[in-house]
């Protein structure tokens, strides 16, 4: 009974890859010295797991970027934009595909997207007419060599061919990146026929197969398999899926000549019955029992009973055991937390344990000795279940007086908008922005002192409201319409709730890697939320304690604050998601109590929860758009609600979108030349809509006359007087001086706008 893992977290215990990489990208350092700290990460990552009992290390989930970025550097598939010429892609070429030329005008990055329903972002092949595809990287022999070297046993692991075909994007119009598929799968023949010599197992991953397929796609994995096995040679192909049931795919998987296949039993316990009762003899099949998306123990008791049931149909030697899916998406070792509460600690297992969890359970499924460990096992999770920490009886009152009711507003949204109009006297194409301002390095020293003690709450407060006063003051200057108040005292939109709401904690060093260099540091929900007390009442407050102008409250969204934070497991996440909703609802009484006439609250990843599968997106939108109601609708008809989403495809989504029943919201929609618009148009979206006029991406400055334009485009599609004028989203990673002179065009265009639209 080998135990594997699909992948381990890169970054390093102190994000060591993150920093080498970007002292590499300033010139601080070079190649030979990132590659060098590669090396160590690597050989490090393998002995850790190794040293948890890991049997099959993985070789290949490392990378300098992304994994996808690999695939596309292994086969050749460089976009011609980066004028690539040689045999080989180069660091420079690659951090180019990956970055474009940062800064510095010219190329483009190619561009980024999210995996699947996880915060980590991936590389999009780009597929064209024409193209041709060849071996071009030595990056996964030579960490296969490293391994060897190191005296383990490496199994190479790689996207499949399906899964980099499926998940990338044809660029020229109309063209089938499908038909790229044979020379695709003849550069993994001669990658594979080399590492079959060298290894017992090569890991494909096909996590599309979570997905919905074309029955023309499906029809093409066994062909291609049988191509892919014969090139390993004496090596088993191990086909991974994750994130979501494949027991839609079965029939093709269990088809394939393949040594085994992945399945991820913590999304979906309930295929192990299908692939264990029809795997193929001479098939192993690895279950995937530690949860590799979460920060909890495995509960070793159910999973036992899922490695039982398997070890009796197939046989303990046909039987392998992993974490669901890589733990890429897993915080390093939780041994460094020690300013946890140590009974919820009790309760954790990041990538590090989550390898020694393995290894207990194939003890103890093979009859050795570790009683010792299933009773702390056991014990932890009998202290969690039974914890007043987790439950809160007031919570669990509460979510029971919900009514239906509480999600719905007093009026429909014709009747409201009159008397939020006679309420806040706004001009025609009402001018706006999304929340945050510039963080300047002053804002970020401010909270980080404070954060240390080092500044005193009074101290802080003061500093706060200065950087406040300033913001007002640039708003009143320009001249926009409604005003924010900056939100300088927030280090991150879902942190900066999460710390003052009961039921979450936060890791010192939890990172996990979201794109490229980049690490984010999830809150952890453990218990019943509830909001203690106002969490930005006394800001909002102040800010409007210094114009006659509205201000809008900022909150984030039940969805957002669910979506990026890990979630208990131990209650279904709409749970969660309605107790939060109450909290939020509390926060937007009590802003409308205190005067706020207009609250935005932002729900930016309303569309990266949904489900893989189609057939499973009503039942989390359902839920989705009820939380969002609930917190939003606790207020009088003439308090007018906003909310704002970014960076993501609306068209499918957008009759619950408009479900949500904001009266405001504000959507990115400048890239795209508004193009994003047209679904609110066709779809006849009843409320007001702000579509972003500019990409806050760049310190570029739009000028006026283009973002005219924009505007014209947008009256095409919804009448002016359900506009609003306003960014894209956020400030916060801008500099002053450009974000003034945006915002001064940006008000000039929304005059002349109303001059040609009035
Ligand atoms: N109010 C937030 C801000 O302006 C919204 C950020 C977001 O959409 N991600 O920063
Ligand atoms: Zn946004």
New binding site residues.
Partial sequence: MLTHTLGFPRMGIDRELKKITEAYWKGEKNGQELHEQARQLRTRHWKIQFEQGVDLLPVGDFSHYDHMLDTVALLGAVPARYEWRSEKVDDSTYFRMARGDAGRGGVTAMEMTKWFDTNYHYIVPEFFEGQTFALSSDKIFREVDEALAAGYAPKPVLPGPFTFLGLGKSVTPGFDRWTHLNAVVEVYEKVLSRLGTQCSWIQLDEPVLALDLDAAVLDRFRPVYERLAKAAGSAGILVATYFGSVDHHADTLLSLPVGGVHIDLVRAPGQLDTFATKLPDGMALSLGLVDGRNVWKVDMEAALKLVDHAVLLLGADRVMLAPSCSLLHTPVDLDVETGLDPRVREWMAFAVQKCAELDILRKAALGQDVQDKLAANRAAWDARRSSPLTSDVDVSKRMEAVTDSMARRVSPYEKRIVSQRERLGLPLLPTTT???FPQTPEIRRTRLAFRKGELDKPSYTQAMQGFIAECIEEQEQLGLDVLVHG?AERND?VEYFGEQLDGFCFTANGWVQSYGSRCVKPPVIFGDVSRPGPMTVEWIRYARSLTEKPVKG?LTGPVTILQWSFVRDDQPRSETCRQIALAVRDEVVDLEADGVAVI?I?E?ALREGLPLRRDDWKEYLDWAVECFRLSSSGVRDNTQIHT?M?YAEFNDIIEWIAAMDADVISIEASRSNMELLEAFGSFHYPAEVGPGVYDIHSPRVPPVQEMVDLLKRASGVLPADRLWVNPD????TRGWPETVEALANMVEAAARAREILG
Wanted: aromatic content about 0%.
């Fill in positions: 999304i929340g945050s939100e939109m900022m935005q932002d930016p704002h970014c989203c956020g400030l916060k």
